[in-house]
């Protein structure tokens, strides 16, 4: 029988999340959003040297009224081409910020992006192409990598920007198997995670303990689930782990194991 388990994680973070979706969008032209100069306040007092109180820093994208959004411009065939857009809520305007390139995520500062292009597709499930790092508009890219592998699933984890190491962990393939690399944000020193004689699917987009899980297999079927310290050194077998899953909240871990003797339910 599937039994569901719940485990606690012991500490949290937080998740920046960009909307994707697969509506069909509309390009529009491109307007510049405005520079906004900031200038320290002073506060006075009769007797005293006046001070300065701290300046503000602006955010990109949290809290600034706009949204980043991955999407398909879709023709009457059904042919379809992928777009990051940027939508601003004060002016309903959509702007195509970076055509035919795929959102794969955001910097933990929200300055920059992850994204992706597109070369070739291997099958329905999977695609490979090129990821990179480039500032919020699209200028500036810097290639991560030339053997990317993006899942044509959406909701799928690609690539992943990990707050509390400025890493990058991301699939890639190697010897015809797709593999976790990872690579600091300067693009310097990429590291193979993994050594599965099997490739890769999935990964979650957290690290516990230091250690990343991961699901062995191919682009459609998963073999198992896995956990790797992220120096390479160590890989744990799950045993019976299926379906894994994180919360939102990255506190709670939900996964299936199939077990051999009957139980009692578990209230959730």
Not at 66 to 94: A, E, K, M, W
Not at 111 to 122: H, Q, R, T, W
Request: glycine residues 8%; aromatic residues 12%; proline residues 7%.
């Amino acid at each position: 029988m599937n039994r569901v388990f719940l485990i606690p994680l012991v500490f949290f973070i937080s998740i920046i999340v960009t909307a994707c979706g697969s509506e069909q969008l509309f390009r529009t032209t491109i307007t510049p959003s405005p520079t906004i100069k900031l200038t320290p306040t002073s506060t006075f007092t009769p007797t005293s040297t006046p001070t300065l109180t701290s300046t503000p820093t602006p955010t990109p994208v949290g809290g600034s009224g706009r949204l980043l959004v991955g999407g398909l411009d879709c023709d009457n065939s059904s042919n379809c081409t992928p777009g990051i857009y940027l939508y601003d809520f004060s002016t309903h305007q959509t702007s195509l910020i970076l055509d035919s390139y795929f959102l794969e995520g955001l910097s933990p500062d929200s300055k920059k992006l992850l994204v992706s292009k597109v070369k070739e597709s291997a099958n329905i499930y999977e695609s490979f192409g090129e990821l990179y790092i480039t500032n919020l508009d699209g200028s500036n890219p810097v290639l991560l990598s030339p053997n990317f592998a993006h899942s044509n699933a959406w909701g799928e984890l690609n690539a992943y920007w990990f707050p509390e190491t400025d890493l990058i962990a991301f699939r890639a393939t190697e010897n015809q198997k797709t593999q976790i690399f990872t690579i600091p944000s300067d693009g310097t020193k990429l590291f193979r995670l993994t050594q599965s004689p099997i490739g890769v699917r999935i990964f979650l987009s957290k690290l516990i303990d230091g250690e990343l899980y991961w699901e062995e297999g191919s682009a459609n079927y998963g073999y198992g689930w896995r956990r790797t310290k992220l120096d390479g050194t160590v890989t744990t077998k799950l045993e019976n782990w299926d379906k894994l899953k994180i919360s939102t909240n990255g506190e709670y871990m939900a996964y299936l194991s199939t077990i051999s003797e009957p139980g009692p339910l578990l209230q959730l």
